[in-house]
């Protein structure tokens, strides 16, 4: 038995004994042991009258006690240290918390359920131009430009834009990347970047490779003036000319496609939106069969297969370039005695742009990087030397211009399928 119950039962026994002797003296036992019973009620409600006294006034020092009530006292205290304990570790954790945030450059909000703005941090006053009294507000009556509202607006996680460009509210020409992060239950958190050094960068490179692909255009054309001039006089020639002659016909005629195509990525990075027209997709799929078939003297037949007579609005220039280079792709590479397919389908995912054929594939590990600018593979047996390298990263930018994306599906050895995949 530990202590306290020693100390409580030699209590009771001793009041016992008092009632009893008292009990004998006077002859009323009853009353005696009333009173003794009243005795001992009356510590309890005394010590539980400190209790409450202690709990409410919430002070740092421990009520005296024996007994029972002692260990009581004692562990109660002890709980109270603890607690006392675990508030300040957390708040000492929030405290970095919030410093660390603070110190972030990036703007950092907490939108709640209606995305109503619960915390923010200082560079979310610096670039978005928040202000204290603002938690509470909805930050779509805050932050007005409608790309970024339609963005917050955009059910997540399935967001096909992981992020959105606005132009900081108080900041002039600073740009941002916003980015919304979702956590907890129905919270989310928005992420603004100051990414105006990187756009100019960006710009610059843009611009850099736009004026040289001009500034290459002019001397291109004098020379492809002179080799016509030339070709005229072919008969004249010695013989042992005419290979050079056929390398640097070859060779301007790659030089202007790198040209052509640099510019339209240039003017595809470009700033201003696409046209919004309709374009008949399969009347244009049927040009482009039909051009690309002129190509190559001997190549694997394409059949095409319209599935749906669906059109689709958007930039139809734009839109011929990027399936006329995913057939030529196509024609390219597959062997004269394979078989392309084209298709033009609509399921429950949207409509659908597909050229497949059974051409030499592309392994795995070149996939993810198959549509980043000059990236190519060589492919044995198949000459690609007249490819920019450029027509995969053009169907790219074109198709998200069209909240479009591509995806690509290859074997090597049995084939390839590039889907243009138009999304609802
Ligand atoms: P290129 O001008 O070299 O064709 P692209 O960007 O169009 O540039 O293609 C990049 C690379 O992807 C090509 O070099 C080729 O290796 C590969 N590729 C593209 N289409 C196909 C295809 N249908 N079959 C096999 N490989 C392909």
């Known amino acids: 038995m530990r202590s306290f119950w020693q100390f409580e039962a030699s209590w009771i026994s001793g009041l016992l004994l008092v009632a009893l002797l008292a009990g004998k003296v006077s002859g009323a036992y009853l009353a005696a042991f009333t009173g003794a019973l ?56 929030l405290e970095r918390f919030q410093t660390a945030t603070a110190a972030l450059p990036d703007a950092t909000v907490v939108l709640g359920v209606r995305n109503e703005i619960i915390w923010f941090n ?12 603002d938690v509470g507000q909805q930050v ?54 100051d990414v105006t050094q990187l756009r100019f960068m960006e710009r610059v490179r843009s611009d850099f490779v736009a004026n040289v692909s001009h500034e290459l ?41 790198l040209i052509d195509d640099l ?10 939106k696409p046209r919004s027209e309709d374009v008949p997709v399969p009347d244009i799929l049927r040009e482009i069969c039909d051009e690309t078939a002129l190509m190559k003297e001997e190549h694997a037949p394409i059949s095409l297969e319209i599935a749906t007579q669906a059109h689709i609005t958007g930039d139809k220039s734009l839109l ?21 397919t084209v298709r033009w389908l609509q399921d429950e995912i949207g409509l659908r742009m597909e050229v497949e054929d059974n051409g030499p594939g592309i392994a ?21 030397k007249d490819g920019t390298g450029l027509g995969l990263a053009i ?8 909240n479009a994306e591509l995806r690509i599906r290859s074997k090597p050895g049995e084939g390839s399928c590039f889907g243009c995949y138009f999304l609802h």
């Open 38 to 93: 009243a005795l001992y009620l009356l510590r309890h409600i005394l010590h539980l009258y400190r209790l409450l006294a202690w709990l409410r006034s919430g002070k740092r020092k421990m009520p005296l006690g024996s007994g029972l009530w002692e260990e009581i006292y004692y562990l109660l205290y002890r709980l109270m240290r603890r607690n006392k304990r675990r508030k300040k570790r957390l708040l000492h954790m």
């Open 122 to 133: 200082d560079a979310a006053i610096t670039l978005l131009g928040l202000r204290k009294s």
């Open 140 to 193: 779509i009556n805050l932050v007005r430009f409608p790309q970024f509202v339609e963005f917050l607006r955009q059910p997540q996680p399935h967001t096909q834009l992981d992020s959105v460009d606005i132009a900081s509210p108080v900041l002039m020409d600073a740009r941002l990347q916003v980015r919304i992060v979702p956590y907890g239950e129905g919270l989310r958190l928005l992420v603004a970047q």
């Open 217 to 257: 255009r002019t001397p291109l054309t004098v020379l492809k003036g002179y080799l016509e001039t030339l070709e005229d006089a072919q008969e004249q020639m010695p013989r042992r000319y005419f290979q050079i002659f056929k390398r640097m016909n070859e060779q301007t005629r790659r030089m202007q496609y």
């Open 263 to 272: 510019l339209m990525l240039t003017r595809l990075e470009s700033d201003h």
């Open 320 to 340: 011929y370039s990027a399936f006329s280079n995913l057939i030529v792709n196509a024609l390219k590479y597959t062997p004269a005695q394979g078989r392309i």
């Open 364 to 384: 795995v590990e070149h996939l993810p990087r198959i549509t980043e600018r000059f990236y190519r593979v060589e492919i044995g047996g198949v000459s690609n």
């Open 395 to 402: 169907v790219k930018h074109v198709l998200s211009r069209h």
